[in-house]
């Protein structure tokens, strides 16, 4: 068997020669690490990668395959893949195709073969950085024409990346059981899995683009907003944290995940900044402040957002108080954050956690529970 070449070139100068995976070519983008052991399939198809190579520790992936049920969206959204030993054979019985196929049929470049434990920690100390995995015709150019290729290509910090994973015209998803009412969901790179979870809480999902304005909210009559995780800088959405602040004004109740904590933390007038690697993983330990439990929970993001871990401190931006509801255990980062004033909290992690772990799980319940409490203030 023969394998073409390819090569992981960082901007730092480090290179990798391996074997080309999936299709064959040249792709660009940040290169971050996933440290989950399953679950590659929800991985890919998680639009917050968008704009990421993604390299994963675990050094056996594929051998479960592709299937119909398990996408978190409509493609894979990943900019390249690194893996060091690609499965051959497909070993389950809900695959209906190779991993190596599917990467194949979205265009997704990547390499195989490569010491990714060499590159994890290297990353873990130098940071993530942008990189270029090139293979085919490309992985025969000039190796200082392959570094200068990296190094044009845009930075992570600064882009704005929704538009590019949103709908483009809002979709519904009934709700399950009795109806509680209409729920905006802007979708900043929403997961299906999540769109699941509020559907089995009785809201009726109404998805709207990321360009949706408060005028676009209010048009469902919805009883709440909720904010999706997605990919790029928090600092580059002035648009979405304008209607947030909309949305908060209203006294609408909000519950944000991810970059919708990170959007919530800057509607509150907090900063947000760029983390050396990010948290990126199915087993990230989080303390839930107000219960005292520790959660292991799914993380996929490479910012934080910037407020004192104790105590209540008054929104900047003139929102009541805030507190910092739960912290990451490994680095102390924010993880969520409540505003005491308001009906409204969000968590950096994944509670909706397709391929596990469900620790989180009740957090969709808690914001069932708020939005039903602000309806019964209502009357």
Not at 190 to 205: M, P, S, W, Y
């Amino acid at each position: 068997m023969t394998f073409d070449k390819a090569v992981l070139v960082l901007e730092d100068g480090t290179r990798h020669v391996g074997r080309a995976y999936g299709a064959l070519g040249t792709t660009l983008g940040e290169v971050v690490f996933a440290t989950g052991m399953s679950g590659y399939q929800e991985t890919l198809t998680d639009p917050s990668y968008a704009g990421q190579i993604v390299l994963q520790t675990a050094p056996h992936i594929g051998n479960t395959g592709m299937n119909d049920e398990d996408p978190e969206s409509r493609r894979i959204w990943v900019a390249g893949y690194i893996v060091r030993d690609p499965s051959r054979v497909v070993s389950n019985w809900r695959a209906n195709a190779s991993l190596d196929e599917i990467l194949v049929q979205d265009g997704i470049v990547g390499i195989s073969g490569i010491d990714t434990r060499s590159i994890t920690r290297h990353i873990r100390s130098a940071g993530s950085m942008r990189g270029g995995i090139f293979s085919g015709e490309a992985a025969a150019l000039d190796a200082d024409e392959q570094l200068r290729i990296v190094r044009e290509a845009p930075e992570m910090a600064g882009q704005n990346l929704s538009a590019q994973v949103s709908v483009e015209v809002a979709t519904v998803t009934t709700a399950i059981g009795d109806k509680i009412g209409n729920l905006a969901v802007l979708d900043l790179g929403v997961k299906q899995a999540t769109i699941d979870n509020l559907a089995a809480r009785g809201f009726e999902v109404h998805v709207l683009p990321q360009s949706s304005t408060f005028a676009d909210i209010t048009a469902i009559d919805p009883v709440a907003v909720f904010y999706s995780n997605g990919p790029g800088d928090p600092s580059a959405s002035d648009s979405q944290v304008a209607v947030l602040r909309e949305v908060l004004d209203a006294k609408l109740p909000y519950f944000g995940i991810c970059f919708g904590n990170q959007l919530f933390g800057r509607a509150l007038g907090l900063g947000t900044y760029k983390l050396t690697f990010g948290h990126r993983g199915i087993n990230q330990p989080v303390l839930d402040k107000a219960t005292g439990r520790v959660e292991i929970t799914a993380h996929n993001h490479g910012f934080a957002v910037d407020a004192p871990l104790e105590g209540s401190f008054e929104s900047p931006a003139g929102y009541g108080q805030v507190e910092v509801s739960h912290v990451g255990l490994n680095d102390n980062v924010v993880e969520g954050l409540r505003a005491l004033d308001l009906p409204a909290f969000s968590v950096q992690y994944h509670p909706e956690a397709a391929a596990g772990p469900h620790d989180a799980n009740y957090l969709f319940d808690r914001f069932r529970d708020l939005v039903i409490a602000s309806q019964k203030d209502a009357k």
